[in-house]
């Protein structure tokens, strides 16, 4: 394989030295090794994600009392996509709201739920970029769930009001039902799923 062909393919190699018909590369260790972090981010990416649609199609555990839905692990993927990168997460809640549109099990206000996640996402995303050892202090790592599940919930909640009001639904008679079925059991049901999460992801971190 020449230089030009092996670069085409991406292979990150130097030419080494030409001597008697023979050439002789050595492999950049630098560019090699941004090449498999590329590599592994994006097939991580695309796991979580693949995972975050296959969940609302197939999880028989789930309860949907619109604009209410429970559905055990929906936010599994994009939280252990959280605690890696802003991006991922990004993709990942791209990827799960997708899931609910095709499932054909919920009504379009359940995804426009699912699509509010990003503001929680990459809003936790980015705080443990800044501050990454907070997942290995139980105690710090609860607040930052509970703070989470807040704006968890309160993004949720403003989804379906914007949903709500574009439909010219009477927004008063839906009083108990946004803020105690969607706010609280968001709160609950997002926090349940973190500790799930957490423990999935701190297994993977041990064998990486």
Partial sequence: MSEKQAKKLFFPIDLLYTQ?????YTVNKRESFILM???RFMTLTALLTAIAIFI???MPLKLVIPPASYTLGSH???FIAMFINPWMAIFVVLGSSYGFFIS???PLVIVFRALSHIL???LGAFFLQKY???LENRKASWIFNFVLALIHAVGEVLACVLFYSVSGTDLQSMFYVLFVLVGFGTVIHSMVDYELAL???KVLQKRR
């Fill in 56 to 58: 609302p199609i197939a």
């Fill in 132 to 134: 990454p050892k907070t």
């Fill in 199 to 201: 423990a999935v992801y």
């Fill in 104 to 106: 054909g099990a919920y």
């Fill in 76 to 78: 599994v993927a994009i």
């Fill in 120 to 122: 929680f996402a990459t």
């Fill in 20 to 24: 008697n018909y023979t050439t002789v």
């Fill in 37 to 39: 972090k590329n590599v």
